[in-house]
């Protein structure tokens, strides 16, 4: 791979998360598993790919907020749990999943930072 190389993966690779709930509105939290892999991250997850990313949940609103000096973000999605723990006749009504959704979104992280990244390389996508 050169300098200029790229690779993709699922964002796990890269970070982990939390996931909290209120009513109806989610709590997603991205922890960088490196600092030197934040920026790459916050450039890429905007709160628009992560509105595209939950479409299919129909989230009303999502807000990120950025925390640098922990290398993480939150996000929060409005009206993504069916209405919430006592409303939903889903079976995640705490939409504590919501995070592993998130982990699965493709990111490309410059090939120069893979070593920074967690697991192994079956799901590796090598880009210019």
Known sequence: MDKHS???VPLYRAAHGRTGDKGNRS????????PELYAVLAAQLTEEAVARHFAHRHPSAVRRYLLPQLSAMNFVLDDVLDGGVNDAL???THG???SYWLL???VRIP?????LLAGDDHD???TT
């Open 6 to 8: 790229f690779i993709t």
């Open 27 to 34: 709590n997603i939290s991205v922890i960088a598993w490196h």
């Open 90 to 92: 889903n079976l995640d």
């Open 96 to 98: 504590k999943a919501l």
């Open 104 to 106: 699965d979104l493709p």
């Open 111 to 115: 090939a120069a930072l893979h070593p």
């Open 124 to 126: 590796v996508l090598i």
